[in-house]
């Protein structure tokens, strides 16, 4: 099971792109997921927040410093991203609020793995992700409404409410889950990974079924903003926290965490309030976060073969 539940999570870009292929070509088999994307994005977070302990709260009081300025750079530069993206490409606007969604998330869970493969500071990337998900309720809707109200009439009020219902309930749940029933979160772990890719894949499937045909006609388009929106978190991440004089390790957990979204609540809030296109952006960076993740830890890992074998040469 563990083997199967590896090869799974290790594949997930690969499912995506299978399922969402699917999707395009018969999009029926996916549109079911639509009215269930609200419980899916709580069934992820439910498996984060089984992940935490309230011990772990601690690490926000030992470094304040680290993990603020995590949160800072996470609200101000993806969004910021985004905006310019938006003005950039002159994007519609059903499109373009898909982008700044994408960009006022917090960040992804799948960025603390991907800091662990890029010998980052993963306590500080746990960190960042939990207090960047704890503040999301409130910064999320705000920061979209600043950047976007010009586009569309967005309600703050039920916006936060649903983030806090998809998001900061479910991760409490499942805290809490872990510190009074750890006997079986620990037997269930195992399968959690598997959990999470089975439900990502059907998100990312099913926002991909309700707009194929904007898809079609908006893909590469969107495609390209995404990777331009990803590769702008990741070396602005990477420039802010050098310019705070972190140490390497914390200096790629931040750029890591800056570039990697939770681009599932971007879908899903695109569903409830706006349209199957605005998921768009979100479903694409589902995707491509993963890919260009696994490309920036596979970069530092060798850079620090390099630099080893440089030494060593250099003591023989």
């Known amino acids: 099971m563990k083997k199967f539940c590896k090869l799974m999570v290790d594949n997930m870009a690969v499912l995506v792109i299978l399922v969402s292929v699917l999707a395009v070509v018969y999009p029926p088999s996916?549109?079911?997921?639509?009215?269930?994307?609200?419980?899916?994005?709580?069934?992820?977070?439910?498996?984060?927040?089984?992940?935490?302990?309230?011990?772990?709260?601690?690490?926000?009081?030992?470094?304040?410093?680290?993990?603020?300025?995590?949160?800072?750079?996470?609200?101000?530069?993806?969004?910021?991203?985004?905006?310019?993206?938006?003005?950039?490409?002159?994007?519609?606007?059903?499109?373009?609020?898909g982008v700044v969604l994408v960009g006022t998330c917090p960040g992804g869970t799948a960025s603390n793995v991907i800091a662990y493969l890029a010998k980052g500071d993963v306590a500080l990337s746990v960190a960042m992700t939990m207090t960047t998900t704890l503040l999301a309720p409130i910064v999320t809707p705000f920061v979209t409404w600043f950047l976007a109200g010009a586009w569309v009439d967005i309600s703050l009020t039920k916006m936060m409410i649903s983030i806090a219902q998809m998001v900061l309930a479910p991760v409490i749940l499942g805290l809490l889950m872990n510190e009074f029933c750890g006997g079986f979160v620990k037997r269930v772990m195992p399968v959690l990974p598997l959990v999470s890719v089975i439900t990502i894949v059907l998100l990312v499937g099913g926002v991909v079924a309700l707009s194929s045909s904007k898809l079609l006609t908006h893909g590469l388009l969107i495609a390209g903003v995404v990777v331009c929106h990803n590769a702008l978190g990741l070396f602005c991440g990477y420039v802010f926290g050098r310019i705070f004089h972190l140490s390497e390790p914390k200096v790629r957990s931040l750029s890591i965490e800056v570039g990697m979204q939770n681009s599932g609540l971007a879908a899903s809030l695109a569903l409830m309030y706006f349209s199957p296109a605005a998921a768009i952006p979100g479903a694409i960076f589902s995707v491509w976060h993963n890919i260009s993740g696994s490309i920036v830890a596979n970069y530092y890992t060798r850079k620090d073969e390099r630099e080893e074998q440089a030494v060593t040469a250099k003591a023989v």
Do not use: C, H
Not at 34 to 52: A, D, R
Not at 58 to 68: D, Q, S, T
């Open 30 to 97: 996916l549109t079911w997921v639509g009215p269930w994307v609200s419980i899916m994005l709580g069934i992820v977070m439910f498996g984060m927040g089984m992940t935490l302990k309230f011990e772990d709260f601690r690490m926000l009081a030992k470094r304040p410093w680290e993990v603020g300025i995590g949160a800072l750079a996470q609200f101000t530069i993806m969004p910021a991203a985004a905006w310019v993206l938006v003005k950039a490409f002159n994007l519609p606007p059903e499109l373009a609020i």
